[in-house]
C-alpha cells in the first residue's frame, strides 16, 4: 500500500480539492484507493465528493463511540474509491493526543490488505500530528501557491518536518536528544534550525543516532505542487523552496507539476463533483491526469533522487507552465472569436485579477517589513 500524504503550509491552496481529484484518478486507472479526510477540525473533503455531511467520521472513533473503524469508510460511488470523513462537530477532534495518534495509524496502515494507495488529506499548518501523519511516507505532498506567504509556509512545513523527524528519531537519554533540547531551550527551534550544521554537530557527539537519522532522512523526500499559478513566470516561485531546502535543511524536494487558477473548480464543487468528472476536458483536469500519472509511474517510494532527476522535474514543471499557458490563451481567444465571452466580461475579468494583484502586492510589503523586523532581532531564514 502506497501512503500519499497531502498537506499545505496555508489553507487556501487548493489542498482538498487536489487530493479529492487525485483520488478518482487513480480509481479510474484501476487502483484500489482510500481518501482519509484527516483535516481534523475543518472537514470539508466530503463536499468535493458530493456528499453532505457525513453521520460517522473519524471524531466518533477518536471519542470511543464508534469501536468498529470499518463503519466510518464510505464506499462511494465511484467504483476503486472509498473515503473516510473527518469530523468538525467533535471538539478536540484536531489536537490529538498521542495514543489516539497511534491507534489511528494503526487502523490505517491495517487496510494495506484490500487497498492500493491510501491518500491522507491533512490540515493547513505544522501541528504535531499533521507532521507525523505527514511521515508516515517518504514522498509526501506540500501543495503550495506563488503567493508570498504561501510560499513561505510552504518552507516553513518541511522545516517543521525535518525537525520532527529528528525528535522522532532522537530518543530520550542520547546525546542526540539532549542537543536538540538544549537547542530548544536557548531558543534555537525551528526558526533557526540549520540542518546541515545541527546534524554535523550530533554527528560528532553521538554517531548512532547520527546513523540512525541519516539513514530515514536519506529517504525523506517530499514532492511539490505549485497550484493557482496565473502565469507561467509564477512557476519559478517554486524554486525558491527548492534552493531554501537544499541550503537551510539539506532537503531535496521534487516537482510534481503546476496547476493554474480556473474558475472551473468552483463551478464543480457547487455542483458536489470532483472537478476531474466535471469536466476532464478542462486544463485544470488535464494538469491533475498529469500529476497523477507521474505519480503512477514512479511506482513504489524511491529512497534516492539523482541531480538530474530533480533537476528535470523543476524544468517540466516550467515547460507545463509554458505549454499550459499557451493553451489557456487559445481557449479565452476561441471564446471570444465564438461569442461565448465578451470584451466586457474579458475586461472584467482582467478587473478581478488586477485587485488579487494589488492584494497580493499590499501583502507581500506587509511581510517584507515583519521579515526585515525579524532580522534585525537575530532571526535567520
Not at 39 to 53: F, P, R, W
Not at 267 to 278: E, W
Not at 365 to 371: A, R, S
Request: aromatic share 8%.
Amino acid at each position: 500500500m502506497r501512503i500519499i500524504p497531502i498537506a499545505s503550509g496555508k489553507g487556501g491552496v487548493g489542498k482538498s480539492l487536489i487530493a479529492a481529484n487525485l483520488a478518482v484518478i487513480f480509481a479510474q486507472s484501476g487502483k484500489r484507493v482510500v481518501l482519509v479526510d484527516l483535516d481534523l477540525g475543518a472537514s470539508n473533503l466530503h463536499l468535493v465528493l458530493g456528499y453532505q455531511s457525513p453521520q460517522k467520521g473519524i471524531g466518533l472513533f477518536i471519542n470511543g463511540t464508534q469501536e468498529n473503524f470499518s463503519d466510518i469508510i464510505v464506499d462511494t460511488e465511484i467504483r476503486g474509491l472509498r473515503f473516510i470523513p473527518g469530523d468538525n462537530e467533535i471538539p478536540g477532534t484536531a489536537n490529538l493526543k498521542t495514543a489516539q495518534r497511534k491507534a489511528l495509524v494503526k487502523q490505517l496502515l491495517a487496510l494495506e490488505k484490500d487497498t492500493d494507495i491510501l491518500i491522507l488529506d491533512l490540515g493547513a499548518g505544522t501541528h504535531q500530528s499533521i507532521l507525523d501523519f505527514f511521515l508516515l511516507s517518504g514522498q509526501g505532498i506540500i501543495i503550495t501557491a506563488p503567493m508570498v506567504t504561501a510560499v513561505l509556509n510552504a518552507y516553513i512545513f518541511l522545516k517543521n518536518a525535518s525537525y520532527r523527524l529528528m525528535y522522532t528519531i532522537f530518543t530520550r537519554g542520547t546525546r542526540a536528544y539532549e542537543y536538540l533540547e538544549q537547542m530548544r531551550k536557548e531558543g534555537s527551534g525551528p526558526r533557526k534550525l540549520y540542518v546541515p550544521r545541527m546534524i554535523a554537530e550530533i554527528k560528532q557527539v553521538d554517531p548512532p543516532s547520527y546513523a540512525k537519522f541519516k539513514a530515514h532522512f536519506d529517504r525523506f523526500h517530499p514532492r511539490l505542487i505549485m497550484n493557482l499559478i496565473d502565469d507561467p513566470k509564477d512557476a519559478d516561485v517554486s524554486m525558491k523552496i527548492r534552493r531554501s531546502c537544499e541550503e537551510y535543511l539539506d532537503l531535496q524536494i521534487e516537482h510534481l507539476g503546476i496547476i493554474y487558477r480556473d474558475s472551473i473548480q468552483d463551478i464543480a464543487l457547487s455542483s458536489r463533483l470532483p472537478v476531474v468528472l466535471y469536466k476532464p476536458q478542462s486544463l485544470i483536469s488535464q494538469a491533475l491526469y498529469r500529476i497523477a500519472e507521474k505519480i503512477l509511474q514512479s511506482g513504489e517510494e524511491k529512497f534516492s533522487l539523482t541531480d538530474k532527476e530533480i533537476d528535470d522535474s523543476f524544468q517540466e514543471a516550467g515547460v507545463e507552465a509554458e505549454s499550459d499557458f499557451e493553451n489557456r490563451m487559445d481557449y479565452v481567444e476561441d471564446l471570444l472569436h465564438s461569442g461565448v465571452l465578451s470584451q466586457g466580461d474579458l475586461v472584467e475579468t482582467i478587473k478581478s485579477q488586477q485587485f488579487e494583484i494589488t492584494k497580493i502586492k499590499k501583502e507581500n510589503n506587509f511581510l517584507k517589513y515583519k521579515l526585515a523586523a525579524a532580522m534585525s532581532q537575530g532571526f535567520k531564514p
